[in-house]
């Protein structure tokens, strides 16, 4: 059996925070402001996962408003959540990301996030795609006010 569920996320920048992205740490003159590292693509992976199994959303499972996850390491929130797919009896069958920001540019850092995420959800890093895109200087991404992410996931039952 196969379940396909989707995310999204997005956070605005904010000077005096650290930009972490798919687990990595990417030099940045601003950061993502959120109650935990607010990393956008780790965010909508979850809730890919999350919305796949029919399990509500991030917010449902990691409240904002919970000081345990106050600055928290948006990967322990995925490894959690993996746990959890897991324990439901799915795998990852395949994930397809994209990651919205006018800067900085993320090609860079792509390999190494899916290095990051494959290990994380314990699958091969082949299985997991990554792309980058600019909005073309439209809306909050645009701006350079925000950067955002979607996502979708494809899981299998354990055979």
Partial sequence: MYRIGQGFDIHKLVEGRDLIIGGVKIPYKKGLLGHSDADVLIHSIIDSLFGALALGDIGTHFPDNSPE????????????TYKLITEKGYKINNIDNTIFAQEPKMKPYIPLMTEKLAKILNT????????????EEQDSVGEKKSIAAQSIVLLRKFE
């Fill in 69 to 80: 996850y106050k600055n928290i390491d948006s990967s322990v929130l995925l490894e959690k």
């Fill in 124 to 135: 091969d890093k082949n299985l997991i795609s990554i792309k980058a895109k600019t909005m």
